[in-house]
């Protein structure tokens, strides 16, 4: 902390507390191999003393580590010596005042070597290296500024380094540390140095000052003309624009016409060539035009020589056209019948081939195939044998191919008569099976009649329960009557009343019970069905016969009988208890 009146520094760069997370793919087997070939070629370049490999460097003890951290530190620190005791309190507080931006826990520097630990600890070492290596490349370079030096090297951007702007600056700051905000002394002593410096004349700022005044004055005027025309840069862009489209459309033009200009002195040349060859072969035809001119002229012979000469030309002249004409008429019959002979091999070949292509799909060639019985179907066309060269293989191939031909349309006779014994087959076990469709068929409709009968069985039931339970509430209304009214007969009504429940009670056990029996036997009838269908197909006239048997039984019985009986009897009771109070 500071002192009162001070000023907290922004300088430290891993001061805050909070803490940052590490970039380095720490969990990556190649840059951990990476920074181990790093801290290995250290070692060995900068004369370890120590043997050291980077089989060894893949998972270090702790006492190879201390060695290894020792010698780095030495780099920084020439008379740092390792303690004998708490190193693993010692290394981590090291790299924490270097300012290394990640922790190390006190527990990692028990473990060096272990996969979780090593990636951090070889990662901390690479970045002591790194440390070592900047501290090395500052001291050897040379200082900003000599001594009696006020200026530095000028930089890329034209600005030069000034000595004693770096001592105004440096004294501004310790003094705004301490909690000054106003620098008139530093000033002031800047000045006057700057004015030693650059060895101004007070005489001249008047004429300075006038020279500024002109140019602020300038520059307002400037900025005047700039508002009244604000829009003038923008015009001057879009001029420049159209400029500079113009000079591109001028460019392209003037490509176009050096490439015209190309294709035209490729034509010129050419021209001339073709000229010069007209002019080389006209001086020819002169050439000869003079030599027959004077064998003309040198000629012996007479007028009456040269026309029979030409008569006698004439009539060669004929008599080669005749004999020509006869022979492209020969020519063009041998054309033809060469044609004829082609075409006629080629369709002899392409029949062979197609025979060919058939004989091995029927596995009748080669000679070994599976159904040549040992013949040899294979047939040769050789054109040069002259016209019976395929006469021999009439006999060769005609005989055993009629004699395969013959068997095998007995097998095909054969699997006709077994296909259509099949189908005669399967054409009954289809009658068969429509039969015992329709047979099922009417047994499902039967036993939808039959649970329609159940179905209107059991809602007379219930019709009959409902319209006793109403008879028997009108019962308790007459006998709450008779409570009321009358007291005589009381016991006797009492007693009836009660016969009356009992019986009622009974009437709804039995109607219950036979009830359950209608639908265990309806139940069994269902499941018998369904048995009989899934065996149809194995048993079916006897189980038609068990169905009809089952089924008469079940139509004999009427179930409904003992219901209506004690109905009647019920409603006997119930008119002899309306009969007293009449």
């Known amino acids: ?155 890329e951007d034209g600005i030069k380094h000034n000595k004693l702007f770096l001592e105004y600056t440096k004294k501004c700051y310790e003094k705004f540390m301490t909690g000054a905000d106003s620098f008139e002394e530093e000033d002031a ?125 004439n009539e060669l002249q004929q008599t080669i056209n005749k004999l020509t004409k006869d022979l492209e008429a020969e020519q063009q019959q041998m054309w033809n019948e060469e044609l004829k002979y082609a075409r006629g091999k080629e369709a002899i070949e392409a029949q062979l081939a197609e025979y060919h292509k058939l004989a091995r799909k029927l596995k009748l060639i080669p000679k070994g195939a599976e159904n040549s019985k040992g013949y040899d179907f294979e047939i040769k066309f050789n054109p040069e044998a002259g016209a019976n060269c395929l006469v021999k293989y009439r006999t060769q191939v005609y005989a055993p191919l009629k004699e395969l031909l013959n068997e095998s349309e007995e097998e095909i006779n054969k699997a006709l008569n077994k296909k259509r014994h099949l189908e005669d087959t399967l054409e009954q076990l289809n009658t068969m099976k429509t039969e015992s469709k329709n047979t099922v068929r009417m047994l499902k409709e039967e036993v939808q009649k039959l649970d329609d009968l159940h179905q209107q069985a059991v809602k007379e039931a219930e019709e009959k329960d409902k319209k006793s339970a109403s008879e028997l509430e009108s019962l308790e209304k007459h006998k709450h009557l008779l409570e009321s009214g009358v007291n005589d007969g009381l016991s006797e009504a009492m007693d009836e009343l009660d016969a009356v429940q009992r019986e009622y009670q009974l009437t709804v056990k039995t109607t219950t019970e036979e009830r359950r029996k209608v639908e265990n036997n309806l139940q069994r009838l269902l499941e018998m069905v369904a048995t009989h269908v899934g065996s149809l197909e194995k048993h079916l006239e006897e189980e038609n016969a068990k169905a009809d048997r089952e089924y008469e039984e079940f139509m004999s019985e009427d179930l409904l009988e003992n219901i209506r009986e004690m109905a009647e009897k019920y409603k006997r009771n119930a008119a002899q208890l309306k009969a007293p109070d009449k």
């Open 189 to 313: 002593e800047l000045q006057a140095k700057l004015k030693d410096l650059y060895k101004v004349d007070a005489s001249k700022l008047e004429s300075l000052e006038a020279e500024n005044k002109e140019l602020n004055e300038q520059i307002a005027r400037l900025e005047e003309e700039r508002e009244r025309e604000p829009n003038r840069l923008m015009s001057l862009k879009k001029l420049k624009a159209s400029l500079q489209a113009d000079v591109q459309n001028y460019k392209a033009y003037m490509s176009n016409l050096e490439s015209h200009l190309a294709v035209l002195k490729q034509k010129s040349n050419s021209l001339d060539e073709e000229i010069g060859r007209v002019e080389q072969e006209c001086e020819t035809v002169k050439q000869e035009n003079t030599r027959l001119q004077s064998i003309v002229d040198n000629q012996k012979y007479s007028v009456a020589d040269i026309e029979r000469i030409n008569h006698e030309k």
């Open 1 to 155: 902390t500071s002192g009162h009146g001070s000023r907290n520094s922004q300088l430290g760069i891993f001061s805050s507390s909070e803490k940052i997370k590490d970039p380095r793919p720490l969990n990556d087997k190649a840059f951990i191999q990476q920074c181990i070939r790093q801290l290995y070629e250290f070692l060995t370049e900068n004369g370890y003393v120590y043997s050291v490999s980077m089989k060894s460097l893949q998972a270090p003890s702790t006492k190879e580590f201390l060695k290894i951290f020792a010698f780095l530190y030495g780099f920084l620190c020439p008379s740092y010596e390792l303690p004998g005791t708490k190193c693993e309190e010692e290394v981590p507080r090291i790299f924490k005042a270097l300012g290394y931006p990640f922790t190390l826990s006190k527990s990692s520097m028990y473990t060096v070597g272990a996969p979780h630990t090593w990636p951090h600890i070889v990662a901390a070492l690479v970045w002591l290296i790194d440390c070592i290596k900047i501290d090395t490349a500052m001291k050897e370079s040379s200082p900003l500024f000599d001594d009696g030096q006020l200026w530095g090297e000028e930089t």
